[in-house]
């Protein structure tokens, strides 16, 4: 379901925004540009970005790093309660790990046709998890398209 702009501070676009920061920051250390926040009652409780080359870690994208942070900072694997908002649609991987922390909602920004786990199903989700993409959908499309092709000169 593709949501409609909303300018509050708690709004979907605010906290999108927070993401973008986070895959800037992705994109100036040389890694792929998705940025992740995880929000609990209207306050961003993990925030983080792809750092699968600085920790040469293949499983260190932004949204398992957010998981990860936000069960830190309260205190249980479950996120329940939580949004992620994240400038990529989620990988297969990422997918199985947001069933798994039984996330309640998913906000995405870009489409991923290639990699994106819609691919394969809405249903690799936890059943309770709520779905929302497009939110600054052309901002970080126009990101990763930059970075790609600074990367392939």
């Given at each position: 379901m593709k949501p409609q702009p909303s300018l509050g501070i708690f709004s979907q676009e605010y906290f999108m925004k927070q993401a973008f920061q986070q895959a800037l920051l992705a994109a100036?250390?040389?890694?792929?540009?998705?940025?992740?926040?995880?929000?609990?009652?209207?306050?961003?409780?993990?925030?983080?970005?792809?750092?699968v080359e600085?920790?040469?870690?293949?499983?260190?994208?932004?949204?398992?790093?957010?998981?990860?942070?936000?069960?830190?900072?309260i205190g249980n694997k479950y996120l329940m309660d939580c949004t992620l908002y994240v400038t990529l649609e989620p990988c297969l991987m990422c997918a199985g790990a947001l069933r798994w922390s039984q996330l309640g909602k998913l906000v995405f920004a870009?489409?991923?046709d290639k990699n994106g786990f819609m691919r394969y199903?809405?249903?690799?989700?936890?059943?309770?998890t709520k779905v929302a993409y497009g939110v600054m959908e052309e901002e970080c499309k126009t990101l990763l398209k930059e970075f790609f092709s600074k990367l392939r000169k």
């Open positions: 100036e250390e040389g890694e792929i540009p998705v940025g992740a926040v995880v929000v609990s009652g209207n306050r961003i409780i993990a925030q983080t970005y792809n750092q600085r920790l040469n870690d293949v499983t260190a994208h932004a949204e398992i790093l957010a998981l990860t942070a936000a069960s830190e900072a870009a489409q991923d199903g809405r249903e690799i989700l936890h059943p309770q």
